[in-house]
């Protein structure tokens, strides 16, 4: 039965030339078509005795069951080498190094605030965050600043064209001190019932605004206000308190500190508080670094205390100078231009 041992062989080969499924369909059809090789065999089978149509029959059969089988086998290797091209072709090369993308970092003068509030923290005094505008109440008169006393002209101040509910105008705050009586006037409500009340121990840095604009100033800068108020709280605590902040924040024991005498509305006695490095570039030159003083009776008033019980100090630093002095940077502008050249040096 040679003839049917060649159709087998030669159907293989012609499946196996195919290269593509629609080769393969097309080689298929001359088999197993209806004109197919295969077919005309099996329509053969009539002239055959029967007998003979047994065996030739069965012989038949075998070779279209091989001649299936190579087609399927065919078809399988067909598609596994469709899908492997496939898969080379999306393949993804994971050793390619990725896209670089810019690292962040903090702004010399948040990272400065942020030491602040680590500083203060750890002597126990709170964090607060206040309104950037201001009502008139808050950013002066609270503060014993009364109306249309000159020590108002001392902060050329920003006002907003829109009126509180006494209709004064709102202003951009001049400084953080409003914070003081936001701060105070909450925690003596909250404890209002209770006799006594835990002392006031807060700091409360954000952005202020003045009418100001040079090396050493910005329209915009940064205050940390602090207050501490108590039934024993005296000058000397702010002293101790202040020269620890500075010895920690410039992280030297080197440093000398003067408190000389100043004014401001809203406490009574009031110092400039100046440092003063013992070596360094800027040895032995004396910096202010805040305000401070007593907290004037008619403040503590206004923070809902009695004056003869409550007594302490506040002080207002300015976060923008420490950075200055910190990072040895002589024009504040630079901190506000976000040229990244200049900020990517402290990240
Ligand atoms: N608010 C004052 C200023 O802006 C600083 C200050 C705060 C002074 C607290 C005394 C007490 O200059």
């Given at each position: 039965m040679n003839d049917l041992d060649d159709l087998v062989q030669s159907a293989e080969a012609d499946f196996a030339q195919a290269a593509t499924p629609a080769e393969l369909e097309n080689a298929k059809a001359r088999y197993l078509g209806k004109a197919g090789r295969v077919t005309?065999?099996?329509?053969?089978?009539?002239?055959?005795?029967?007998?003979?149509?047994?065996?030739?029959?069965?012989?038949?059969?075998?070779?279209?069951?091989?001649?299936?089988?190579?087609?399927?086998?065919?078809?399988?290797?067909?598609?596994d080498a469709d899908l492997e091209r496939q898969l080379q072709a999306e393949a993804l090369d994971v050793s390619l190094p990725g896209r670089q993308r810019g690292r962040g970092g903090l702004h010399p003068v948040s990272?400065?605030?942020e030491r602040i509030e680590a500083i203060f923290g750890s002597m126990g005094f709170e964090v607060a965050d206040g309104p950037e505008i201001?009502?008139?109440?808050?950013?002066?008169?609270a503060l014993n600043n009364p109306e249309n006393h000159p020590a108002r002209s001392m902060q050329d101040t920003f006002y907003v064209d829109m009126k509180d509910a006494?209709?004064?105008?709102l202003n951009l705050r001049p400084h953080t001190s409003p914070?003081?009586?936001?701060?105070?006037?909450?925690h003596a409500r909250k404890y209002a019932d209770c006799?006594?009340?835990p002392e006031i121990r807060v700091i409360a840095p954000g952005r202020t605004y003045r009418v100001d604009s040079d090396a050493t100033h910005s329209p915009m800068f940064h205050q940390c206000e602090g207050l501490w108020i108590g039934e024993n709280v005296s000058f000397k605590d702010l002293k101790v308190v202040f020269?620890?902040?500075?010895?920690?924040?410039?992280?030297?024991?080197?440093?000398?500190?003067?408190?000389?005498?100043?004014?401001?509305?809203?406490?009574?006695p009031s110092a400039e508080i100046d440092i003063a490095f013992s070596s360094g570039p800027l040895k032995g030159q004396w910096l202010e670094v805040a305000g401070s003083g007593q907290v004037h009776p008619n403040v503590v008033r206004?923070?809902?205390?009695?004056?003869?019980?409550?007594?302490?100090?506040?002080?207002?630093?300015?976060?923008?100078?420490?950075?200055?002095?910190?990072?040895?940077?002589?024009?504040?502008?630079?901190?506000?231009?976000?040229?990244?050249?200049?900020?990517?040096?402290?990240?």
């Amino acid at each position: 039965m040679n003839d049917l041992d060649d159709l087998v062989q030669s159907a293989e080969a012609d499946f196996a030339q195919a290269a593509t499924p629609a080769e393969l369909e097309n080689a298929k059809a001359r088999y197993l078509g209806k004109a197919g090789r295969v077919t005309e065999l099996l329509k053969g089978l009539i002239t055959l005795a029967a007998d003979e149509k047994k065996s030739r029959g069965a012989a038949i059969n075998q070779v279209k069951q091989h001649v299936e089988a190579a087609l399927v086998a065919r078809r399988q290797s067909l598609a596994d080498a469709d899908l492997e091209r496939q898969l080379q072709a999306e393949a993804l090369d994971v050793s390619l190094p990725g896209r670089q993308r810019g690292r962040g970092g903090l702004h010399p003068v948040s990272r400065v605030i942020e030491r602040i509030e680590a500083i203060f923290g750890s002597m126990g005094f709170e964090v607060a965050d206040g309104p950037e505008i201001e009502t008139d109440w808050t950013s002066f008169t609270a503060l014993n600043n009364p109306e249309n006393h000159p020590a108002r002209s001392m902060q050329d101040t920003f006002y907003v064209d829109m009126k509180d509910a006494q209709g004064r105008w709102l202003n951009l705050r001049p400084h953080t001190s409003p914070m003081q009586v936001r701060f105070a006037r909450a925690h003596a409500r909250k404890y209002a019932d209770c006799g006594a009340m835990p002392e006031i121990r807060v700091i409360a840095p954000g952005r202020t605004y003045r009418v100001d604009s040079d090396a050493t100033h910005s329209p915009m800068f940064h205050q940390c206000e602090g207050l501490w108020i108590g039934e024993n709280v005296s000058f000397k605590d702010l002293k101790v308190v202040f020269t620890d902040f500075c010895r920690s924040f410039f992280e030297t024991d080197d440093l000398r500190l003067r408190f000389r005498p100043s004014f401001f509305p809203f406490t009574e006695p009031s110092a400039e508080i100046d440092i003063a490095f013992s070596s360094g570039p800027l040895k032995g030159q004396w910096l202010e670094v805040a305000g401070s003083g007593q907290v004037h009776p008619n403040v503590v008033r206004n923070f809902g205390l009695d004056p003869e019980r409550y007594i302490g100090f506040a002080f207002g630093m300015g976060p923008d100078r420490l950075a200055m002095l910190r990072y040895g940077v002589n024009d504040l502008r630079l901190f506000f231009d976000n040229d990244l050249r200049f900020l990517a040096q402290f990240m």
